[in-house]
């Protein structure tokens, strides 16, 4: 017979207060995290602001895909807007802002 573990949430606190608890056989079982995990924790809530960034650009070129067509020509402002956005990861400093918002990034206009 084994144990079976159901996590039930990680209380991220100061660095001393991540908690982690857990259903062990009935039992509710509260661990310190190891300072691994504390880690990249931190490095994801550090990299949160750029990866919101990249899909949100990936996103708008996704969306404008379709004027590259090889039975299409771009105009010139379309060319322009998806060369801005291909540009953007070079001038960008993306954050976040207290309601975790992204801020830092001046996007370019979409042509219509």
Sequence with gaps: ???YKETVFIEIGERDNIIASYKDS???ISETVPESVHN?????EKE???KIFRDERNQLLFETDW???SDLTMSADQTAY???LRDLPSTATPSLDSDGQLTGVNWPTKPE
Excluded: E, F
């Excluded at 990249?40 to 994801?44: C, N, P, Q, Y």
């Design 1 to 3: 017979m084994y144990a």
């Design 26 to 28: 009935g039992y509710t």
């Design 40 to 44: 990249s924790i931190a490095k994801a």
């Design 48 to 50: 949160k602001p750029v």
């Design 67 to 69: 004027w590259a067509s």
């Design 82 to 84: 998806r060369k801005a």
